[in-house]
């Protein structure tokens, strides 16, 4: 089945404890994106990767870090994580860099930063 | 960068009835729009799309039009139906500009929910 997976679903933890959210895709896109969704402000873009080593900024980028060492693969790093990344966080994968295709998405990770 | 407003932020409506849901957007060189549907517990799925050489698109019970000239676009569903009670998403992007990525900016949302 062609899916994004993200893991774990849930997650709660302290201030400062670094934590990684793994998402894979396996439907070979070149474009994943990751996205943090709030109450009221939509979904906003974290970092996005076009290609395996190749990553840039979104709208919302401080206080993570991404890689892309493979092109399945697309984890979100957060190394001295804060409340106010308590959030929903969504990792997606298009078929295209260009856009005006659809994006798929995972099913959330919820994340809790006390 | 470019701003997508949505409204209403919540939409209560009878089963049987028509739904509408609103976006603005700031950006004229934007020309795609999809429209995503979150239900409870899951991530966003895309139900339909339209791009800027159109001006409406249906499929079945939903259908979503574009005025670019007014920069806003709209998201209707017909006949409603008590599977169609989730949390609405707009969109908007510059499309097919390589450059750009696939940078998607979304709406705020709208919470749909279908009384039965």
């Known amino acids: 089945e062609a899916q994004v997976t993200q893991n774990p679903r849930y997650l709660i933890t302290v201030t400062g404890k670094k934590l990684t959210v793994t998402c894979s895709q396996n439907m070979n896109h070149e474009y994943m994106s990751w996205y943090r969704q709030d109450p009221g402000l939509g979904l906003r873009q974290i970092y996005y990767s076009m290609n395996v080593e190749v990553t840039d900024k979104g709208d919302v980028p401080e206080g993570y870090k991404v890689s892309r060492k493979e092109k399945r693969n697309f984890p979100l790093i957060l190394e001295s994580p804060s409340p106010n990344q308590t959030s929903l966080y969504f990792c997606a994968s298009s078929p295209s860099l260009a856009g005006g295709y659809e994006q798929y998405f995972g099913p959330g990770t919820r994340l809790t930063v006390t | 960068g470019e701003n997508v407003e949505q409204h209403p932020s919540t939409l209560s409506v009878q089963e049987g009835d028509s739904a509408v849901i609103k976006c603005t957007y700031s950006?004229?060189?934007?020309?795609?729009f999809p429209w995503y549907k979150q239900e409870l517990g899951k991530g966003p799925q895309l139900i339909i799309d339209?791009?800027?050489?159109?001006g409406e698109k249906k499929d079945q019970r939903i259908a979503v039009t574009l005025n670019k000239t007014a920069k806003h676009f709209s998201l209707h569903i017909t006949e409603t139906q008590p599977e169609d009670s989730a949390v609405y998403f707009c969109?908007?992007?510059?499309?097919?500009?390589?450059?750009?990525?696939?940078?998607?900016?979304f709406g705020g949302g709208t919470r749909v929910l279908v009384k039965p």
């Open positions: 969109a908007a992007s510059r499309g097919v500009i390589k450059a750009a990525g696939n940078k998607l900016t």
């Open positions: 339209i791009r800027s050489n159109v």
């Open positions: 950006d004229s060189a934007s020309n795609y």
